[in-house]
């Protein structure tokens, strides 16, 4: 079964710093997708980036980016000039090519302050 | 699109009460999953179903835990009879699934429930 471990249940960062969120994971698997997934204090949970296993460039969306390695199992979320919305828990996702759900770590409590 | 529809957006019952959360999923998706948060026991996967179908619900914590999809287009999760520790935010998300090749699933807003 795969696990996905976030390590860091909460931190913090000031405003217009960078932060870096970390996550392991634990699979046979050879491809598979990973995912970052938000949720701000208003409690609905949006997707920040997802990254395929099998793409060598790591995935990058404005001030997010993601550093993937691979053999390490490793998954790093990295917020650049982090902004007061930032706020929010944030969950770290696997999920396999051959089965329709996710598993999802327990989540880091990011504060951001101004 | 409308996103993922739950109602309804906050329920309060007292113990021994059914309870029942619905779900719409997003049009053309095939995945449709029901999730539970607490703050002791974080995000659970209850149950999920693919076209319709229940494919695991090894996460319903009872009996008294039920979920339901008759159509593609909406899923009941039901409580009979509610109990206060089934006090908890229940989000339904759903998704592509695996034919299409996209996992990234879409999450409502959440059911806040409270059992007194």
């Known amino acids: 079964a795969q696990t996905v471990t976030q390590s860091q249940p909460e931190m913090s960062v000031q405003e217009a710093e960078t932060v870096t969120l970390s996550c392991t994971y634990d699979t046979s698997e050879s491809n598979y997708y990973l995912f970052w997934y938000k949720q701000p204090p208003s409690r609905q949970m949006i997707l920040v980036i997802r990254?395929?296993?099998?793409?060598?460039q790591n995935a990058t969306e404005n001030r997010f980016s993601v550093n993937f390695q691979k053999a390490a199992k490793s998954f790093s979320l990295k917020i650049s000039d982090s902004q007061l919305g930032d706020t929010a828990m944030y969950f770290c996702?696997?999920?396999?090519?051959?089965?329709?759900?996710?598993?999802f770590g327990d989540g880091t409590t990011l504060t951001v302050k101004p | 699109d409308a996103g993922v529809i739950q109602s309804p957006r906050h329920e309060v019952t007292e113990m021994g009460q059914e309870v029942t959360l619905r779900c719409k999923p997003i049009?053309?998706?095939?995945?449709l999953f029901w999730y539970r948060q607490t703050m002791m026991r974080g995000l659970e996967l209850l149950i999920y179903?693919?076209?319709?179908?229940?494919?695991?619900d090894s996460g319903m914590p009872e009996d008294r835990f039920s979920a339901k999809m008759p159509n593609a287009s909406f899923s009941t999760l039901k409580i009979q009879p509610s109990e206060p520790r089934d006090s908890a935010v229940y989000f339904c998300?759903?998704?592509?699934?695996?034919?299409?090749?996209?996992?990234?699933?879409?999450f409502g807003p959440g059911t806040r429930l409270t059992v007194l």
């Open positions: 049009s053309g998706h095939d995945y």
């Open positions: 179903f693919n076209n319709n179908v229940p494919i695991d």
């Open positions: 998300a759903s998704s592509l699934g695996v034919v299409r090749g996209a996992y990234t699933q879409y």
């Open positions: 990254q395929e296993a099998y793409k060598q």
């Open positions: 996702a696997f999920s396999n090519t051959n089965a329709g759900k996710s598993t």
